[in-house]
């Protein structure tokens, strides 16, 4: 299994700011996730991190408004760019480990936007 | 797309009584995952299950996959207060490339003393 830790735990924003997530894994992994859950909701893919080049993001979601960084194998952040009180959601990262398939979360930001 | 679909949405038991809830896909998949989440905080990992595997256990859990039916489930036993929790499936889709997990809608399930 890994170890994930999330930076921070929650905050509360006012719309049209910036919030950089941080997502930290004891052990050097190759992939790297980052979901949303909005409130109530399942949770959704936002992007792939890559360490060495740019994040893979999914249907909806662009690199302007959810840019990440993936500067080495334990690492990653997630910015939450210009936000608006939709925003208002959980981000999880989640990393595979070793050959098993199993994707372990972090335990998640709570973002409130005001 | 929404991949996975769970049901019932909402399920609420005794304590000591058994919990089972489904999870339906759409397409082929690489593996079936099943988490539980404690009021909305992170996701705790119970169960992979691949698609070339029928059923797998581990302590009151029990998880089944029918592929031809596209569907899975999974069944608690002995239910105990501190199960409440959403329960999530989410699938690996077949050459989705990066073991991206699609998931769906959850249940929640609630275990009264």
């Known amino acids: 299994s890994a170890v994930i830790s999330q930076k921070p735990s929650r905050d509360i924003c006012q719309r049209g700011t910036s919030l950089t997530i941080q997502c930290q894994v004891d052990?050097?992994?190759?992939?790297m996730f980052w979901y949303r859950q909005q409130p109530g909701q399942s949770l959704t893919l936002i992007a792939t991190a890559n360490q060495g080049s740019e994040a893979t993001y999914e249907s909806g979601f662009v690199i302007d408004k959810f840019p990440i960084s993936r500067p080495n194998l334990t690492f990653s952040t997630l910015t939450v760019s210009n936000m608006s009180p939709e925003d208002s959601s959980i981000y999880l990262c989640?990393?595979?480990?070793?050959?098993?398939?199993?994707?372990?979360f972090g335990p998640g930001t709570r973002l409130t936007v005001l | 797309s929404q991949q996975g679909e769970e049901d019932p949405q909402a399920l609420s038991i005794q304590e000591g009584e058994n919990a089972t809830m489904n999870c339906s896909y759409k397409?082929?998949?690489?593996?079936l995952q099943w988490y539980r989440q404690n009021s909305g905080r992170g996701l705790v990992h119970l169960i992979l299950i691949r698609s070339n595997e029928r059923e797998k256990h581990s302590g009151r859990l029990r998880v089944t996959l029918d592929t031809s039916k596209k569907s899975s489930s999974l069944l608690i036993t002995a239910s105990r207060a501190a199960d409440t929790a959403s329960y999530f499936c989410?699938?690996?889709?077949?050459?989705?490339?990066?073991?991206?997990?699609?998931f769906g809608k959850g249940t929640m399930l609630l275990v009264s003393p």
């Open positions: 052990s050097q992994v190759t992939m």
């Open positions: 989410a699938t690996d889709p077949q050459n989705s490339g990066y073991s991206t997990l699609t």
């Open positions: 397409t082929s998949i690489n593996n």
């Open positions: 989640s990393v595979v480990t070793g050959n098993t398939d199993t994707q372990y």
